[in-house]
């Protein structure tokens, strides 16, 4: 069995199963412990009428047949229940298993970027696999190895005793030295699966890399450089299960002989009291009490396995809680409902990431009323993705800095605000999945006819109607099945189908061409009017037809105005449209 905070609880939800399981098991063990008795008074009563010894119990026929009888009914209890203890208890711990996987993948889901920043998608995939596994096998096979060790070890201790006390002490004494050594041979075993489950993330973290990067390695001709870097971590992940599986092996092989040579002894010693006391410990008595004894081997065995089965356990059980114990940051302690409309303010907004000493942004000032078109230019670095971001919540800041709709973004409901604003990042990530499938996920259900209007307005359409399965078409992982111009449309399209009241575009027109883009924008103008839309750009024609400009340089706001006053008022952004009109003459961006 194992124990912890966030598998307690599974205890009493499945209590049912429990004690299903136990009580099947327990049944098994009281009447598989008849059959010795029964070949016992089987050799006693044909000892009796070999020596002409006429009692009233000798072995007649009917006694006889009623003894054999008996054997199949145990049979077929112990079938029964062992099939249903099999059934409850390893549906306890497939149950168990999948409800813990739910808990961590809801909690993943709330846990924020810097998470994700600091923990390798190979280590949580690991918690998700081999972990989970580990807990699963602790949890059902843990419960039935201490209920069946405990139970039949006492109970065929009870029935030694009973044939013959002294010998039975003898025979547990076995017990007593493994459960000593278990609880030292735990900790070894412990530390040993935890290396090796760290070994099996490093490994699988590397391999998930290297596949979703396969181009770049391919590019720079670097297969041969991988390839000793994998044989290096493979080797680790290797030695680490091979140390493990090595360890394992020499305990119960340990545990084997230790057994084997106590059943030499038992057998030793009985012919001894049999010698010694022919009167008092017959043939019959002898063959009954190593029948038991053969019967208590597997609760001596069960020791070793319990312990090995409870380390990994533990193991992984350490490493889930690690996970689920993450704090989440990102939260609302008291959310607000809001009916969001798009007015947004910046109220002296300084922000800088959680670990880090410098400002991303600072002091920004600004108020965009409901229906604004803005654009939100600058070099790279200067803290124009950060500002987006920070409207969606992915960071905490300080009270009262950003406001929506009068509201205090800190007090809004996450699923509210982030329902009520459709994002296009700036990797442009796709699932995959159909292209129907991609542009329709934030809605409840596909819509065809809804999917094909909104790729009209990302200038899409006629792509994917290229395509032979046109929007049935299954995209590739990240959707590297497309072009770098079709995955920004898509993801534009996905973005615009949920009509929200603020749309974020980051830098999502970088990889269409200026027609294209001219689409886009008008596209936005017209279908979104009224509502608040936020476009992060570099070029200077992605954002000159919008209402206002904000112009960032080394997280503060420089300039802000539309492109005819910018142009008018601030060096800064003629400087930018020079540079760029110099670049497209040369034949540079366009």
């Known amino acids: 069995m194992i124990f912890g905070k966030h598998i307690n609880k599974f205890y009493l939800k499945y209590w049912y199963l429990i004690v299903i399981g136990i009580a099947m098991l327990i049944l098994v063990d009281v009447v598989q412990l008849e059959i010795p008795n029964i070949v016992g008074n089987i050799v006693r009563g044909l000892n009796r009428y ?10 007649t026929i009917e006694v006889l047949k009623d003894l054999v009888l008996r054997l199949p009914i145990i049979a077929g209890i112990m079938f029964c229940g062992r099939f249903l203890w099999r059934i409850t208890i390893f549906n306890l711990g497939v149950k168990v298993e999948s409800d813990l996987r739910d808990e961590m ?15 390798k998608v190979g280590e949580d995939m690991a918690l998700y696999t081999n972990d989970l596994q580990a807990i699963k096998a602790t949890f059902s096979n843990g419960i039935l190895t201490l209920v069946d060790s405990l139970f039949l070890g006492i109970y065929s201790f009870y029935k030694m005793y009973k044939v013959h006390n002294k010998l039975a ?21 412990r530390a040993k699966f935890k290396a090796r489950q760290e070994a099996y993330s490093e490994l699988s973290d590397f391999t998930q890399e290297n596949f979703s ?88 065995m069960a020791i070793a396995q319990l312990v090995n089965l409870r380390s990994q356990g533990k193991a992984s059980l350490k490493r889930v809680d690690e996970m689920l114990d993450y704090e989440v940051e990102i939260k609302v302690d008291n959310p ?31 108020e965009i009323p409901k229906g604004t078109l ?3 230019l600058g070099r790279t670095g200067c803290g124009k993705t950060t500002m987006v971001d920070l409207l969606l919540h992915l960071y905490n800041i300080d009270r009262n800095q950003i406001l929506i709709d009068g509201v205090d973004l800190m007090d809004i409901d996450l699923h509210n605000l982030r329902e009520s604003i459709g994002y296009v990042p700036q990797d442009n990530f796709l699932f995959s999945k159909t292209i129907e499938d991609n542009i329709c ?26 395509f032979p399965a046109k929007y049935d078409t299954i995209l590739g992982e990240r959707g590297v099945t497309l072009s770098g111009g079709q995955r920004q449309r898509i993801s534009i399209a996905r973005a615009m189908i949920k009509n929200p009241p603020i749309l974020v575009m980051d830098d999502s027109v970088s990889a269409v061409d200026t027609e294209t883009e001219e689409k886009i924008i008008g596209y936005l103008k017209e279908k979104r009017a009224g509502k608040t839309t936020l476009v992060v750009a570099h070029r200077i024609s992605t954002v000159k037809d919008l209402d206002l400009i904000i112009v960032l340089e080394e997280g503060k706001i420089v300039a802000q105005g539309s492109h005819n006053e910018l142009l008018a008022t601030s060096k800064i952004y003629q400087d930018m449209v020079l540079l760029q009109q110099l670049d497209d003459e040369e034949g540079g961006v366009q």
């Open 374 to 376: 803005v654009g939100i």
């Open 336 to 366: 607000v409902d809001v009916n969001i409309e798009g007015s947004i303010k910046f109220n002296n907004l300084t922000f800088k990431y959680p670990g880090r000493d410098i400002n991303v942004l600072e002091n920004i000032n600004l």
């Open 169 to 189: 002490f003898f025979a547990v004494i076995p017990l007593s030295l493994i459960a000593v050594l278990s609880f030292f041979i735990g900790k070894i075993l």
């Open 441 to 466: 996920f934030g809605l409840e259900e596909n819509n065809l006819d809804i999917a094909k209007e909104y790729a009209e307005y990302a200038a899409v359409a006629d792509n994917i109607e290229d």
């Open 50 to 59: 070999t020596n002409d010894k006429v009692e009233a119990d000798y072995l």
């Open 213 to 300: 990067g396969i181009t770049v390695v391919k590019a720079f001709v670097k297969e041969t450089k991988e390839l000793l870097r994998f044989k290096k971590i493979n080797k680790k992940n290797h030695d680490k299960n091979l140390d493990h599986v090595r360890f394992s092996m020499i305990l119960w092989m340990s545990m084997n002989l230790l057994i084997n040579l106590i059943f030499v002894l038992i057998v030793a010693l009985s012919g001894y009291f049999r010698s010694t006391s022919p009167d008092v410990f017959h043939a019959d008595k002898v063959i009954e009490f190593i029948l038991y004894f053969e019967t208590i081997i597997w609760p001596m």
């Open 105 to 119: 993948f809801l909690h993943s889901c709330k846990l924020s970027r810097e998470y994700y920043h600091t923990h």
